[in-house]
T-cell receptor, first 114, second 113 residues
Framework: GENVEQHPSTLSVQEGDSAVIKCTYSDSASNYFPWYKQELGKRPQLIIDIRSNVGEKKDQRIAVTLNKTAKHFSLHITETQPEDSAVYFCAATLSSGGYQKVTFGTGTKLQVIP | NAGVTQTPKFQVLKTGQSMTLQCAQDMNHNSMYWYRQDPGMGLRLIYYSASEGTTDKGEVPNGYNVSRLNKREFSLRLESAAPSQTSVYFC????????????FGEGSRLTVL
């Protein structure tokens, strides 16, 4: 089955600096890669996603890159703010017969220090 | 439009007791899922239902059963709770097809003593 590894497990940055979280996946058939943000005590929510036919996607301060050959994808947050502090999960998704088999990474706890 | 609603939010059980976690979505989604979240282990899939009338095992199904009651509702049952099932449980739904976004409920914190 799919295996997703995520690094680092914790990350502390100064406000205004950039943060990068990296993930690798094992199944080359995975074709959709979402990122979820989970604030303390809340539910995970999608913040950005990328499909396998795209190399990079950007949404304001957040960007995601995908290298299909190397089977890795990354989340980049620029100009970090205290409200970016949360746990971030990457995921690799295999779509088959109308069902999405989603495998999550183990999460990165990001702390933005004011 | 409430999205995904799950109950209860908190529950304390004794070893061997049974309980059912309820989940309902009002987005007309085809697929529904149950995940458990444990520190350092991310979100692990327990069971899923690709469409009404079907259910299948995920990564960690032992000790659990599910029922897809109708298109809206997907319940998770612990027949004989064990301390290892202490966790936060999330229900989620998705449209199916190429759209992959998961919509999560607020979570249910279960403690088994």
């Amino acid at each position: 089955g799919e295996n997703v590894e995520q690094h680092p497990s914790t990350l502390s940055v100064q406000e205004g600096d950039s943060a990068v979280i990296k993930c690798t996946y094992s199944d080359s058939a995975s074709n959709y890669f979402p990122w979820y943000k989970q604030e303390l005590g809340k539910r995970p929510q999608l913040i950005i996603d990328i499909r396998s036919n795209v190399g990079e996607k950007k949404d304001q301060r957040i960007a995601v890159t995908l290298n299909k050959t190397a089977k890795h994808f990354s989340l980049h947050i620029t100009e970090t703010q205290p409200e970016d502090s949360a746990v971030y999960f990457c995921a690799a998704t295999l779509s088959s017969g109308g069902y999405q088999k989603v495998t999550f990474g183990t999460g990165t706890k990001l702390q933005v220090i004011p | 439009n409430a999205g995904v609603t799950q109950t209860p939010k908190f529950q304390v059980l004794k070893t061997g007791q049974s309980m059912t976690l309820q989940c309902a979505q009002d987005m007309n989604h085809n697929s529904m899922y149950w995940y458990r979240q444990d520190p350092g282990m991310g979100l692990r899939l327990i069971y899923y239902s690709a469409s009404e009338g079907t259910t299948d095992k995920g990564e960690v199904p032992n000790g659990y059963n599910v029922s897809r009651l109708n298109k809206r509702e997907f319940s998770l049952r612990l027949e004989s709770a064990a301390p290892s099932q202490t966790s936060v449980y999330f229900c989620a739904s998705s449209e199916g097809g190429r759209t992959g976004e998961l919509f999560f409920g607020e979570g249910s914190r279960l403690t088994v003593l």
